[in-house]
C-alpha cells in the first residue's frame, strides 16, 4: 500500500485538520463528495459537515469505521487528521491501568 502521509507532499508539521482526512478517505476510495462519504461511513451527512468544521471530533468509532472501509490503519488515520502521538491515551492514565493478566477473578 502506498503511504498517504505523502500524497499531497505535505508531512510535516501538520496540525489537526480532519479535513485533509476526509479528502484522502474521498480520493482514496474514489467518492464523489460527502454525501458519498457519509454513506459508506453510514453516518448522517451533519456528522461529515460537523467535523469539517471543527464542531464535532473524530472518534474513535469513526477512525475505526474508517479503518474497516478503507483499509488503512487507524495510526496512519490518526496522522492524516494531524494526531501525531505515540499512544492515543497520555502515560498517567497508561500508568494507572492495569493489565488483564493482573486483574483476579473471583468465582462464586
Known sequence: MKNLLQLDGT???ISYDPNHLLNTIIKELHLK???ALSRAL???PPVISKIRHLRLPVGASLLIRIHEISGINIRELR???GDRRKNFLNNSIN???KK???LK???S
Open 33 to 35: 463528495n460527502d454525501a
Open 105 to 107: 477473578i473471583h468465582h
Open 11 to 13: 508531512t510535516s508539521e
Open 95 to 97: 500508568h494507572h491501568t
Open 42 to 44: 453510514a453516518v448522517a
Open 100 to 102: 488483564m493478566s493482573d
Open 79 to 81: 496522522c492524516l487528521m
